[in-house]
Nanobody, 121 residues
Framework: QVQLVESGGGLVQAGGSLRLSCAASGSGFSFDAMGWYRQAPGKQRELVAAIHSGGKTNYADSVKGRFTISRDNAKNTVYLQMNSLKPEDTAVYYC???????????????WGQGTQVTVSS
C-alpha cells in the first residue's frame, strides 16, 4: 500500500528556516496534487500550501512570501521550504496527496503521520 513519510521537522528560533519532506513509498502511481496542512493546539487543521500536477501552487495568506512548495517527481517527493519562521508557525505539519495508481480510474487520498515544527521566540 502507498504510504506518505514526512521528515524535517524540529525546533528552530524565530527567523530561521526548515525544509519539510514528504516521500510517497512504492511505485506505479502519478501525482494529481500534493499539499501541506498544519494544526496548532486548540485550532483547526488548515491548508498551508498545495501543488498540482501541472505545477500550479497556492498558499495560505499567512505564509505567502515565506514558504515555498515544490516537488521532485522522480523521487516521488514534495517539499516545503519554510523561511523567516515565526512562533505562530508552530504546529504539527501533515502531508496530503491525491495519487492515481497505474491501472486505476480514480485517485485516492493519503495522509502522512505528521511532523512537529516548533518556533521559539
Amino acid at each position: 500500500q502507498v504510504q506518505l513519510v514526512e521528515s524535517g521537522g524540529g525546533l528552530v528560533q524565530a527567523g530561521g528556516s526548515l525544509r519539510l519532506s514528504c516521500a510517497a513509498s512504492g511505485s506505479g502511481f502519478s501525482f494529481d496534487a500534493m499539499g501541506w496542512y498544519r494544526q496548532a493546539p486548540g485550532k483547526q487543521r488548515e491548508l498551508v500550501a498545495a501543488i498540482h500536477s501541472g505545477g500550479k501552487t497556492n498558499y495560505a495568506d499567512s505564509v505567502k512570501g515565506r514558504f515555498t512548495i515544490s516537488r521532485d517527481n522522480a523521487k516521488n517527493t514534495v517539499y516545503l521550504q519554510m523561511n523567516s519562521l515565526k512562533p505562530e508557525d508552530t504546529a504539527v505539519y501533515y502531508c496530503n496527496a491525491d495519487l492515481t495508481l497505474v491501472g486505476s480510474w480514480n485517485p485516492d487520498n493519503y495522509w502522512g503521520q505528521g511532523t512537529q515544527v516548533t518556533v521559539s521566540s
